[in-house]
Structures are given as structure tokens and as C-alpha cells.
């Protein structure tokens, strides 16, 4: 089955830094990689997602990346701000899906 | 759109009692539902997927007589967790599948439930 790692499990940065996740996954055949904000006590919400076909996507602030070759994918939050803190999560899915181990992510003002 | 809701938000209970959990999608029809367990600090972990009309389909190590899962309509799923005990205790978080939103695979993710057993 399908197995995502991801990195680093915390991430530190200040106000106004770049902050970079990467995810790498193991089934050739997943498709579709999504990104996850999760908030202390909540439900995960989608914040960018990128299908197989496409290379990159940028939403704003947020961008992610996908190299199907090497099966790993990206997240880029520049200009961070502090309400960005949260935990992150990306998945792989064919169709069901499965998640990384999760970044905790703050960033300092 | 494409909004998930859970009931209750949180339910503390004794052990030996059984706890049901709602999932549903308010506005859209949801063929497809997707139950997971998320323990402090870690990640969420793929229980079962809950099929309307059919029976579940439980990952490995998941007892399906104790955490039964019931899919029938396509609005709502609920997760019964059975003679609870305070090892069950944790953040259960539904999901649902639009079948129109375009993505064959993409989840809405409802707000969690926090179960505490006693």
C-alpha cells in the first residue's frame, strides 16, 4: 500500500520567512496529493491540492510542487505570518488516502 | 459547498458503554464516506470506508464488531464505537467524497469528534 513521508516534523521560521515541507510517496499510481491545515482540536481543511498531471500550483502565499519521477511533492507558504501555525499534513491517494506524519509548524513574530 | 459536519463534538462516556458518532454531508450526496482515528500528536490513520448501501471496508487492525459503521443514505454515516474502553479515546474525524466536484479523489473533511471513555 501506499506510504507518505514527510519532513521535518517541526518547523520553526519568523514572520515574513519562507517555510518549505516535503512529502515523498510510494505508489506510482497515486494521483492526487493534497495539503492539510490542521488547527488545535479540528478537522483538517484543505489549503492547496495538485493532481498528477500538473507540475506546480500556486494559490497566493501557498504553492506546491510535484516531480512524479522521484514520487515526492512540496509545500511553499512565503511571506509567513503567525496565524500560519498550525500542523500541516500532505497525502497520496489513488482512491483513498493516505497521510504523512504531519509538520508542526510556528512562526515567531 | 462541499460542507462535512459531526455530532457531537465531543462525548465523554464510561467504559463499557457504546458511543455513536454522525457524519454528514449537508450539501451534496456523498456515496463515499471515509472514517479516521487521530491519536495526540500523530497523524490520522484510515479506519474504514463506508460505501451507502453496502458494508464497510475496514483497513487491517481495525475490529469491525467494534466500531460498527452504518452508510445508509447518502447524507449520512455514523460510526457506533462499542464497548468503549479508555484505549479508544481519541479525535475521530469523518470524511466524504463528492462525486461532482470534479475530483474523482477528493475528500471534504468533517470537524472531528473528541471521544474521552472513562
Known amino acids: 500500500g501506499e506510504n507518505v513521508e514527510q519532513h521535518p516534523s517541526t518547523l520553526s521560521v519568523q514572520e515574513g520567512d519562507s517555510a518549505v515541507i516535503k512529502c515523498t510517496y510510494s505508489d506510482s499510481a497515486s494521483n492526487y496529493f493534497p495539503w492539510y491545515k490542521q488547527e488545535l482540536g479540528k478537522g483538517p481543511q484543505l489549503i492547496i491540492d495538485i493532481r498528477s498531471n500538473v507540475g506546480e500550483k500556486k494559490d497566493q502565499r501557498i504553492a506546491v510542487t510535484l516531480n512524479k519521477t522521484a514520487k515526492h511533492f512540496s509545500l511553499h507558504i512565503t511571506e509567513t505570518q503567525p496565524e500560519d501555525s498550525a500542523v500541516y499534513f500532505c497525502a497520496a491517494s489513488i482512491l483513498d488516502m493516505r497521510f504523512g506524519a504531519g509538520t508542526r509548524l510556528t512562526v515567531k513574530p | 459547498g462541499a460542507v462535512v459536519s459531526q455530532h457531537p463534538s465531543r462525548v465523554i462516556c464510561k467504559s463499557g458503554t457504546s458511543v455513536k458518532i454522525e457524519c454528514r454531508s449537508l450539501?451534496?450526496?456523498?456515496?463515499?464516506m471515509f472514517w479516521y482515528r487521530q491519536f495526540p500528536k500523530q497523524s490520522l490513520m484510515l479506519m474504514a470506508t463506508?460505501?451507502?448501501?453496502?458494508?464497510?471496508?475496514?483497513e487491517q487492525g481495525v475490529e469491525k464488531d467494534k466500531f460498527l459503521i452504518n452508510h445508509a443514505s447518502l447524507t449520512l454515516s455514523t460510526l457506533t464505537v462499542t464497548s468503549a474502553h479508555p484505549e479508544d479515546s481519541s479525535f475521530y474525524i469523518c470524511s466524504a467524497r463528492d462525486p461532482l466536484s470534479g475530483g474523482d479523489n477528493e475528500q471534504f473533511f468533517g470537524p472531528g469528534t473528541r471521544l474521552t471513555v472513562l
Open positions: 463506508s460505501n451507502e448501501g453496502s458494508k464497510a471496508t475496514y
Open positions: 450539501d451534496f450526496q456523498a456515496t463515499t
